[in-house]
């Protein structure tokens, strides 16, 4: 399941700039087939940042990952076809990777209901402790 729709992007951009963004053929409609592969990215780059802490892909999608993954396939929508990505959009872009990795550091968690979301795991520490130091210390 992905993490935002085309729903999503149309919310958040003029439909005008989701056809000038993905109409490469000029046939003046949303090519959808472009806005699945940034969202596709999109939510990869989001599984790569919290799948330490939660098991990916979410079943559930909390609306930050959601908003994150619709500035971040915004970007790379703009990045596939322009140099210049508008600051705006580079802005949230950036806004979604500082959220991203509050969520990876733990200062952020994700308000998850579906236990199978979460990621179980054990760490093993190794710490090494010297006995025979000769007196030193």
């Known amino acids: 399941m992905a993490y935002c729709?085309?729903?999503?992007?149309k919310k958040a951009l003029p439909e005008?700039?989701?056809?000038?963004?993905?109409?490469?053929?000029?046939?003046?409609?949303?090519?959808?087939?472009?806005?699945?592969?940034?969202?596709?990215?999109?939510?990869?780059?989001?599984d790569g940042y919290i799948g330490g802490r939660y098991s990916v892909p979410l079943s559930t999608v909390p609306d930050v990952i959601r908003r994150c993954s619709v500035s971040i396939a915004v970007y790379l929508l703009y990045t596939r076809t322009m140099e210049d990505v508008p600051d705006t959009r580079r802005g949230d872009y950036k806004d979604a990777l500082r959220i991203l990795e509050r969520i990876q550091d733990g200062k952020m968690?994700?308000?998850?209901?579906?236990?199978?979301?979460?990621?179980?795991?054990?760490v093993i520490s190794s710490h090494f402790e010297d006995d025979n130091s000769g007196g030193l210390g």
């Open 5 to 9: 729709s085309l729903e999503d992007l």
């Open 16 to 46: 005008a700039s989701l056809i000038q963004l993905t109409d490469d053929e000029s046939l003046g409609a949303v090519n959808e087939e472009r806005v699945s592969e940034a969202i596709s990215k999109a939510d990869g780059e989001i």
């Open 109 to 122: 968690t994700l308000n998850l209901s579906d236990s199978s979301d979460f990621a179980f795991g054990v």
